[in-house]
């Protein structure tokens, strides 16, 4: 478990004055506790605790190591999970602490999580993270989630025209590996199979969020589509420029 005394004293504090409290020591405790019974880092198990009492902390949570930062996110559905949060509450909140009774965390709170829990792209989630947790009119994060997908295929291929959808798609990827300018995979297989996926997209979700009010998608459908695209970037991330 990592010491105390490398814990942010800023963020700290935050919570000392989220909880009315004056002394730190307490809630150094409580932070080793979490990370104790939880199996984590002190630095993930300070930012649960944040995030759980809904202080911001994305600029912290960015200067923590790769790893911390995985088990940031590998908590999180103890956030966005009311049920499992408060079983899990119940293991380190109660003892030794100046209040008695787990946390209870807005419907907001939880749905932060959730997204970060699913959009790891950083393009992503700034610009659908706010749409997300809007009470309506959840097309606004499907198109531009396929808008960051279109120009994160335009930078790997390093393409300065203005195709859009289906034809980027095909400018950039060919399922004949000889005449592909991005290569997914030496499998020709797989390298189909991801093309067609990606046209998919296009078809299915860019188009119409781009052309048409589509009023019918609920929150968890556009959260669901966004984490799925959070995928195909990190493959294209992967892909190498042959063209």
Same mark, same amino acid.
């Given at each position: ?5 490398? /814990?942010?004293?800023?963020? /700290?504090?935050?919570?000392c004055r989220k909880l009315g409290k004056k002394d730190i020591v307490k809630i150094n405790v409580m932070v080793s506790k979490k990370a104790s ?8 198990? /300070?930012? =649960?605790?944040? #995030?759980?009492? $809904?202080?911001?902390? *994305? ?22 999970? #009311?049920? *499992? ?18 946390? &209870? ?10 997204? &970060? ?5 950083? &393009?992503?989630e700034a610009r659908c993270n706010d749409l997300l947790l809007r009470p309506s009119r959840f097309d606004r994060a499907i198109n531009q989630a ?14 300065? $025209? ?12 060919? @399922? ?5 300018? =991005? ?8 390298? @189909? $199979? ?19 009010? #589509?009023?019918?998608?609920?929150? &968890? ?10 995928? =195909? =970037? ?10």
């Open positions: 478990m990592s010491r105390t005394r490398v /814990l942010d004293k800023s963020l /700290l504090y935050k919570i019974n939880l199996g984590i880092s002190s630095e993930a198990a /300070l930012i =649960l605790l944040a #995030k759980e009492l $809904g202080i911001g902390v *994305s600029a912290y949570q960015r200067k923590l190591a790769p790893y911390k930062q995985a088990e940031v996110r590998d908590m999180l559905p103890i956030i966005f999970s #009311k049920k *499992s949060y408060k079983k899990t509450a119940k293991k380190y909140i109660n003892k030794n602490l100046p209040y008695r009774q787990p946390i &209870e965390l807005s419907h907001k709170a939880r749905l932060k999580a959730a997204i &970060e829990y699913l959009i790891h792209d950083p &393009e992503l396929t808008q960051v997908l279109e120009d994160r295929i335009r930078q790997k291929a390093s393409f300065q $025209g203005r195709l859009v959808g289906i034809a980027l798609v095909n400018y950039a990827f060919n @399922n004949d590996l000889t005449k592909t300018i =991005l290569k997914i995979s030496d499998n020709p297989d797989e390298q @189909n $199979g991801f093309v067609n996926i990606l046209r998919g997209v296009m078809l299915a979700f860019r188009n119409p969020t781009h052309h048409y009010v #589509k009023n019918t998608l609920t929150r &968890e459908e556009a959260m669901q589509i966004c984490g799925f695209i959070d995928v =195909l =970037l990190k493959v294209i991330g992967r892909a190498i420029k042959i063209g």
